[in-house]
């Protein structure tokens, strides 16, 4: 963090006006107030709170910004957006972020939350919707955490909370091609976007 | 004059973990002489997920519902907030036309931009116009709404990003008292219970003390996700967490059991057997 303040500005940084283009948000309207960080519930967690990752994206500092823990920490409660006096959504910013870290195929911060976002995703194009155990049991077979959250199984499965087995939904065969179609766009253009 | 007929998208969790949430949605729309139909064949709205990792992605998922409403003609009614907020801000960001050629391209559909979603909150808000059969008397009720329902504020329904009153007037109308608090739309740690759940204890437990701090006897919520995370990991003393709809199902006189008050972790039954409400 000495870094972010010993650096010079680099105004013409490729990554700050990557995400200012794909999120349509202005970082250099931010003035450093901290707002951001101070509503932040989940700043106290992250390497760099939302104000220091706005800081790192004005300086140039692109590698800082691609690799914090902060751009997978992020909830997207849309605090920080909501209270910014510049009127930066800055959740968008972390989100635009993460989208290109992904792209660039970067090691994420937080690698468990990458792998989550995975399986979820793989669950429903398979099968249309959300199966909740299996999702719980592919993420700890896949994350090597056999044991978490093992915890409150026995009181879910008493409450019948959770059905056992998978059910494809009758849409699911149209969702796989919905993530087919998009995947393949992606592959040309970067978010199928090209505006 | 608000619909009496809806599109009604439950979303996935409705359907496992917040079956409860479901029935009583349905049990006191019926009471209300409000119309639910379901739509057909839906699928998973992409939740935090696909808008996490692809913006498009994160907007095809979505704009797939917003057909089927459409085909529907008639506006969509969604109970569950993150999915709500999902097909809201589609619909919103939809309004992009190069995004909308884009996504239509890919789903189909007319004008899945121009489908009106709600969430069921909004739908129930300002229909208790008669005192009701059971008045929630005595009750003191912490109205949480978290994110999903608020932010960003000209978008969603929240009235106030800060201090909304939507689901504490609904509460006041069948004789709840509200109380004051700070941490109506703090986040809950959403979803991140398997990847990092020391975080989600933290904001979880933190919402939890503020509750009981201001003097409430349950929470009311309009989220699954936030029920769970504020439902299913409490250390000490305990307090109760319902749906809004099911606290609603009780003021119109419908049983504790219809309203599977029994689903939850943190048994409200004898808080509310207490008040003389169950």
């Given at each position: 963090m000495d870094k972010v303040s010993t650096v010079s500005p680099e105004p013409s940084s490729g990554l700050r006006l990557l995400v200012e283009k794909e999120s349509?948000?202005?970082?250099?309207?931010?003035?450093?107030?901290?707002k951001c960080s101070a509503g932040c519930p989940v700043a106290y967690a992250m390497d760099l709170g939302p104000r220091h990752i706005m800081r790192a994206l004005q300086l140039g500092l692109e590698d800082e910004a691609l690799h914090s823990s902060a751009i997978w920490l992020c909830l997207f409660c849309q605090t920080c957006s909501a209270r910014c006096p510049n009127k930066i959504d800055i959740a968008l910013v972390m989100e635009t972020l993460r989208h290109l870290a992904l792209r660039e195929g970067r090691r994420p911060a937080e690698k468990d939350i990458q792998l989550f976002h995975r399986i979820f995703l793989g669950l429903v194009q398979r099968l249309g919707r959300v199966h909740e155990l299996g999702l719980g049991a592919l993420y700890n077979l896949l994350s090597r955490h056999p044991l978490a959250n093992v915890t409150l199984l026995p009181r879910m499965v008493a409450k019948g909370k959770l059905s056992l087995f998978p059910k494809r939904a009758k849409g699911a065969a149209e969702v796989a091609k919905l993530f087919a179609k998009v995947r393949e766009l992606e592959k040309t253009s970067p978010l199928g976007k090209e505006q | 004059m608000k619909s009496s007929v809806y599109a009604y998208y439950p979303g996935c969790t409705l359907h496992s973990t917040a079956r409860e949430y479901d029935v009583s949605a349905r049990l006191v729309c019926q009471a209300l002489g409000i119309e639910l139909r379901e739509v057909r064949d839906w699928v998973c709205c992409g939740a935090s997920s696909a808008h996490s990792t692809s913006r498009l992605l994160g907007l095809v998922l979505p704009a797939r519902e917003l057909k089927a409403a459409e085909e529907m003609e008639l506006p969509l009614a969604v109970a569950c907030a993150m999915c709500y907020s999902r097909l809201k801000l589609a619909a919103h960001e939809l309004g992009d036309r190069a995004m909308l050629e884009l996504v239509k391209g890919i789903v189909g559909g007319d004008h899945p931009e121009a489908v009106e979603v709600v969430h069921l909150l909004e739908v129930l808000d300002g229909r208790i116009d008669v005192p009701p059969k059971?008045?929630?008397?005595g009750l003191k009720v912490a109205c949480y709404y978290g994110c999903l329902l608020v932010?960003?504020?000209?978008?969603?329904?929240?009235?106030?990003?800060e201090r909304p009153q939507a689901m504490d007037r609904l509460m006041q109308a069948l004789g709840a008292e509200t109380v004051d608090w700070d941490f109506k739309t703090e986040c809950c740690g959403a979803s991140l219970p398997l990847t990092r759940r020391d975080i989600v204890l933290t904001l979880s437990h933190r919402l939890l003390s503020h509750a009981r701090q201001a003097g409430a006897d349950c929470i009311a919520v309009a989220c699954p996700m936030c029920h769970s995370n504020l439902d299913a990991y409490q250390r000490e003393k305990e307090i109760p967490v319902l749906y809004f709809t099911q606290l609603l199902g009780l003021a119109l006189g419908l049983s504790p059991r219809e309203l599977l008050l029994n689903k939850h972790f943190v048994d409200p039954v004898p808080m509310l057997k207490a008040k003389g409400l169950a």
């Open positions: 349509g948000q202005r970082v250099l309207r931010c003035y450093q107030c901290g | 059971r008045p929630l008397t932010r960003p504020q000209g978008i969603l329904y929240g009235d106030d990003t």
